[in-house]
């Protein structure tokens, strides 16, 4: 009898092991991100969305990106809308970013230059600034010989403009005036 019930227990905690490495790998594999890993049934792509676009009228303003006066900036159109009263856009153009993006969201123009060297070397006017990330300032400005790129190979947040779009820029975005960055 004492070999019969010692198969029992061991059968038992044999069954009671495997339950519980079921139960842990279901929980591991379900686990919000906040625990260090992401959900089995949700992946970065779907989690993270692109604001809808007309790409037959790319200058359209992108719906909810805020209401009022403001400039928006799309980080993955490499684009900027300066709004006024009513909604109304009243410039679009093409912008090239520098190495440091800001992270979506609502900010404001908190410094402007009129002249300055940019991170790169390179002499700017223009300069409206409204985010800092890493230490990096980030802001609009145009390049005083015309370029558009600023070097790849410096970490800047030059987000770099045609010297009409930057006295557009100039003249639109005052301290204080709204930025909104999407996606």
């Known amino acids: 009898m004492a070999g019969s019930s010692s198969a029992i227990v061991a059968g038992l905690t044999a069954a009671a092991l495997a339950t519980a490495g079921f139960l842990a790998y279901q929980a591991a594999a379900t686990a919000p991100a906040e625990f260090g890993r992401p959900r089995a049934t949700a992946s970065p792509e779907v989690a993270i969305s692109k604001m809808p676009r007309d790409r037959r009228h790319p200058t359209a303003l992108p719906t909810g990106s805020g209401k009022g006066v403001r400039v928006v900036y799309s980080l993955d159109d490499d684009r900027v809308w300066l709004v006024g009263e009513g909604d109304k856009v009243q410039r679009s153009f093409e912008v090239s970013p520098g190495a440091v993006d800001p992270p979506p969201g609502s900010y404001t123009v908190t410094s402007r230059s009129n002249s300055v060297r940019g991170s790169d070397g390179v002499p700017v006017e223009h300069v409206v600034r409204f ?7 980030v ?8 370029s558009v790129r600023a070097d790849p190979r410096k970490k800047t947040g030059g987000i770099r403009e045609t010297r009409a779009d930057g006295a557009a820029m100039w003249t639109f975005a005052t301290i204080g005036r709204k930025v909104v960055v999407i996606r």
């Open 131 to 137: 985010a800092s990330v890493d230490g990096v300032a």
């Open 139 to 146: 802001g609009f400005s145009a390049a005083v010989d015309g």
